[in-house]
């Protein structure tokens, strides 16, 4: 309403339309001013605008008091309920007024009904929180040995965005003996160093001189800011080009296209001739980057586009522009052009890997460095930040380097490479932008070996079983370790565990292959003198440290039929086995005459004896059991028969390859009145011999083992225990077989065998199985119940 007014007023309109407008607005104004510093927080204090302006609080709310915005978020805020004047948020005094010296902001503030207007004008004052800044921070000038004193060299201003004091007030020049400082003050643009020539340049004396510009601020405490020149002298000169502009500068947006005029540059030389002509070229100094993307023209001094322009890799340019005459020995005067570029969020992050090493011990600690990442971001701002870390459950981690954008892959745990010997580890960077772009990039680490790792057998322990009288020097079995490692710390030698003790002695007639794990036998084994023994083999890797194991060998000797039958009865005082036995003529059919003993050293069935008549005088006289070796009568004695029988006794064994003995008993039939006078000697005789059979036996059984020596007595004993009552040899012993038996217990892991025989008890029962026959043994029997002797073969019992 009040912008009709206004026009309304500009187009001069009848005095009617005036005077109808002034009847129902009232416009007033009044003018306010405040100061504050800059960085000011949000709802700092600023003025109270009801008591300056002199408006009554309540009218305020009323009224409708506002202050007038534009399309971008006020600075300022008034409370309507109090009319004070507060700050909306942190101000910044060169974002908002630029390169301003003074730093005025103008509000205008509302009442209606009647409508009223007052301006409040908001100083925001400098702080100095900025240092001063040279365009570059060196500067390389050339001038003539001909230069006069009192020459002048325009040197780039500094910039500070700060202002007024704060602003760059003064420069100074280090101490030297030829330039002298001037300040030229441009007013709104700043103070301008001008480097004066005080004493003429000798080349021949010194070709270069070097100064150190200051610039200094004057704000409470002062900052400052520097810049390196190096002057080269040039010999022979008098004018040189003078550009026509203190400052170059220009703004140009990325991806602009090619053959766009940037800028342009112009010099003059007071000079004539060539020595006058002006051309334009870039600065020695300038990069070949920059020459691919901008091109100048030597004649017009235009800068031109030339190739593609991105923020991404540079947000602004730098370009010294050269403006050189055509004498014999040119003068250049260097001039710096500023090319501003802007930006868009186009790039996403770069993953480079600086350094990877080839392998890492997995016995490395964690934190040990693998790889060296370098994670940039050509964007600016927020599209510039990057979040980086390690894809995925791995045992590494990604932390940042002491060295900007850097970062290092670290182990985060304990590494084993026989679990996993390979690693790709993939490296995920996202940028902050909206949206968010994003990079991966996978490296391949390798997992060294470290000897960590013992050799392991197979089997542990071993069971072998070997048959006796194996050939000396052959291959008996092997035995094998496996080792989780690789490389030298898998390679696996093995050796015999040996000492002292009677049961390694036996390793000594044992020969192994440390590479194979083969293992020889030196001789020939005998079952009947060592049925069993036990041993260790050693692995060793071939690690630094070396790492080893050990594994027990049980071995077990098996039986072969390499014993014959030994005859213990009868025995001949000479040691043939041959017997004289003597029966009355009376006796019935069925009456034993004697009975044949006999051993086998061999167990299973080469100790199984079967006894059969080889040669007799009369079949049908006689009678002999197969299994016990009993000689009983047949029939009764006639007169017509005999009173002398020789009987040829054949006793074999059960082996594949059979081997026997034989025993030759005379039997004399006598009347029974002289059998009976000779039972007194007979019976004292037959102790005599029974006597030496258990010598005999003895000796026999103790060449077996030492281990089974008290068990054989024990057996021994127990026989002797049941000799039959030969008080009256002619009486019958229906219980008593004369056979000798015997037992081996052995234990193979968690199993235990019992080899029995040839003596088994009645209840036992023969179950057909593997190397031999399988004795199951009942679990009740009888104690009265007496050992029957049987032939049976030595069979394993499990319990």
Known sequence: MKQRGQEAWRQRPNLIAVLFLLLFFRVASAQLRYSIAEELKEGSFVGNIAKDLGIDLNLMKQRGFRIMSGSTEPLFKVNENDGILYANHKIDREEVCKESSVCLINLKTVLENPLEV???????????????????????????????????????????PD????????????????????????????????????????????????????????????????????????????????????????????????GTTVIQVNATDLDDGPNGEVVYSFGSDVKGKIRELFDIDSVTGEIIVK?????????????????????????????????????????????????????????????TTVALISITDLDSALNGKIISYVAEDSPFTLTPSIQDNMFAVVTKSHLDREQQSRYDITIIAKDAGEPALT???????????????????????????????????????SVRASDRDEGDNALISYHILRNADYENKVTSFLNINSETGDILGLKSFDFETLKTFQ???????????????????NVFILDQNDNAPVILYPVSSNGSAEGVEEIPRNVNAGHLVTKVRAYDADIGYNGWLLFSLQEVTDHSLFGLDRY?????????????????HKLVILVKDNGNVSLSATATVLVKVVEPKEAFAASDVKSATKNEEENNVTFYLMITLGSVSTLFLISIIVLIAMQCSKTTDYTSKYLQETNYDGTLCHSIQYRSGDKRYMLVGPRMSIGSTIVPGSHANTLMVPDRRPASEEVRSIVCSFCPIMF
Do not use: C, W
């Open 118 to 160: 007052h301006y409040v004008t908001v100083e925001i004052t400098d702080l100095n929180d900025h240092s001063p800044t040279f365009p570059e921070k060196t500067k390389r000038l050339e001038i003539s040995e001909s230069a006069l004193p009192g020459a002048r060299y325009q040197l780039q201003n500094a910039h500070d």
């Open 163 to 258: 202002g007024g004091t704060n602003s760059v007030q003064q420069y100074k020049i280090s101490q030297n003996d030829h330039f002298r400082l001037e300040i030229k003050d441009r007013g709104r643009d700043g103070k301008t160093p001008i480097l004066q020539l005080q004493r003429q340049l000798d080349r021949e004396a010194k070709r270069s001189h070097k100064l150190v510009l200051t610039a200094i601020d004057g704000g409470n405490p002062t900052k400052t800011g520097t810049v390196e020149i190096y002057i080269d002298v040039l010999d022979v000169n008098d004018n040189m080009p003078v550009f026509t502009k203190d400052t170059y500068s220009a703004v140009l947006q990325e991806n602009a296209p090619a």
């Open 628 to 644: 016990t070796g009993q000689i009983r009568t047949l029939r009764s004695f006639t007169e017509t028969d005999e009173a002398e």
């Open 307 to 367: 190739g593609r322009v991105d923020f991404e890799e540079q947000d602004s340019y730098d370009i010294d522009i050269q403006a050189s005459d055509k004498g014999s020995i040119p003068f250049r005067t260097d001039k710096s052009v500023i090319i501003k570029i802007g930006d868009t969020n186009d790039n996403p992050p770069e993953i480079e890997v600086a350094s990877l090493s080839s392998a890492v011990s997995e016995d490395s600690r964690p934190g």
């Open 535 to 553: 041993f260790q083999v050693v692995a060793t890797d071939s690690g630094t440290p070396s790492l080893s194991s050990n594994v027990t060998v």
């Open 439 to 477: 990079s991966e990039k996978t490296i391949s680490v390798f997992v060294s070996d470290t000897n960590d790792n013992s050799p392991m057998f197979s089997v542990s322990p071993y069971s072998f079983y070997i048959i006796e009288n194996n050939l000396p020097g052959a291959s008996l079995f």
